[in-house]
Each structure stands twice: as structure tokens, then as C-alpha cells.
T-cell receptor, first 113, second 113 residues
């Protein structure tokens, strides 16, 4: 079992550029969650899919951030016009249907210069 | 919305002693309470959880206690070992089956030889 896979592990972008982060959930897991971790804000929920359908995006910044899950094997988080305050570790987690336990990937460390 | 507070930002115990990390939550609708461990430079690793239908759960050296009346839950680690050193995060979720996690700010546990 490879666990949750996130790519890239590190990304550096210039202010105003676009960043796309990828997540491959554990095989058979039907729910995918995105979180963001910073020193100041801690761990924050962003958005969540179940069976590829968006369920809760209450944590997503309304502008510039979007997420998709086009198939059961991957999800993407896209940040348009990146800003320095978007610098964070973006974590993806997955879980089985009707199971609470979320398993986290290694994260993508995004640095916006 | 739900808020989770972790009372100890740092905790230092001697190897072999017990450690206790305390969390409180605000929303009585919260029903699922997991704990995660984060070692330096790594992602979140699930360690133990408890659901609101019980008030105690034990797994080897780890015990979680839940006091719904006080809206408080705690992680007890007995016979601490150097490899227990990490940041521990508590979290709460309002859904039994899947749902976003609201995290505490983390407790850095150091085990002294």
C-alpha cells in the first residue's frame, strides 16, 4: 500500500503565477480531503470530495482557489495568481467510505516568492 | 463554527513517565475525535481516535478519554519512549462517517532521557 501520494513535494512559484497540486488517494478510498498547514494558522480544512463529488468547500478561499476530482484516482488543487500568503504545506488525506479515519499524504510545500 | 483548543503547546517528560495532552472543543454536535502525530519534517500519522458513544479507548500505551459534559478529551501516553517525541494534534469532526476535521494547535512532546 503506497499511501496517499502528493506531487510535487516542493514547489516554488513567483507571485502571480499559477500552482497546481496533485493528490492520489489510497486505492479504494472514496473520500479525499485537502488541508493547509502554516505556522501561524495551524491546520486548516479547505475542501472535501466523496465519490468524486464536492461535498464541503467551506474552507476554500473564495477567489483564486479551486479543486477538482475528475476520477477516483486523483484530485487537484489549483491556485491562480499565487500570493506570498499562499505559502504553506498543502496536505491531502483520504478515507474509506463510511470510515472516519483520514490518512494523510506527505504534503506539498508551496513557496510563493 | 467548531473550535478545538489544545492546552499545552509544549510538554516535556522523562523517559518512562506518562504524558497527558488535553483538548477542549466548543460544538456539542462533535462526535469523532482523532489524534495525529507529526514528526519533524513529516506528515500527519494517525495514532488513535474515539467516538462520542464511548468515553474511553485504549490501544497499547495510548488511552483517549472523552468527557462530553465538559467538552474535553485527552491523550494519555504511558511508559514514554524517545520515539514518542513529536507534535501531537487533536481534532474534532461533527460527522460519524467522514467530514472535515477541525484541529487544535498542536502539542510538542519531548521525551528526556
Amino acid at each position: 500500500n503506497a499511501g496517499v501520494i502528493q506531487t510535487p513535494r516542493h514547489k516554488v512559484t513567483g507571485k502571480g503565477q499559477e500552482a497546481t497540486l496533485w493528490c492520489e488517494p489510497i486505492s479504494g478510498h472514496s473520500a479525499v480531503f485537502w488541508y493547509r498547514q502554516t505556522i501561524v494558522q495551524g491546520l486548516e480544512f479547505l475542501t472535501y470530495f466523496r465519490n468524486q463529488a464536492p461535498i464541503d468547500d467551506s474552507g476554500m478561499p473564495k477567489e483564486r482557489f479551486s479543486a477538482q476530482m475528475p476520477n477516483q484516482s486523483h484530485s487537484t488543487l489549483k491556485i491562480q495568481s499565487t500570493q506570498p500568503q499562499d505559502s504553506a504545506v498543502y496536505l491531502c488525506a483520504s478515507s474509506l467510505v463510511d470510515q472516519d479515519t483520514q490518512y494523510f499524504g506527505p504534503g506539498t510545500r508551496l513557496l510563493v516568492l | 463554527g467548531e473550535k478545538v483548543e489544545q492546552h499545552e503547546s509544549t510538554l516535556s517528560v522523562r523517559e518512562g513517565d506518562s504524558a497527558v495532552i488535553n483538548c477542549t472543543y466548543t460544538d456539542t454536535a462533535s462526535s469523532y475525535f482523532p489524534w495525529y502525530k507529526q514528526e519533524a519534517g513529516k506528515s500527519l500519522h494517525f495514532v488513535i481516535d474515539i467516538r462520542s458513544n464511548v468515553d474511553r479507548k485504549q490501544s497499547q500505551r495510548l488511552t483517549v478519554l472523552l468527557d462530553k459534559k465538559a467538552k474535553r478529551f485527552s491523550l494519555h501516553i504511558t511508559a514514554t519512549q524517545p520515539e514518542d517525541s513529536a507534535i501531537y494534534f487533536c481534532a474534532a469532526s461533527m460527522n460519524y462517517n467522514q467530514g472535515k476535521l477541525i484541529f487544535g494547535q498542536g502539542t510538542k512532546l519531548s521525551i528526556k532521557p
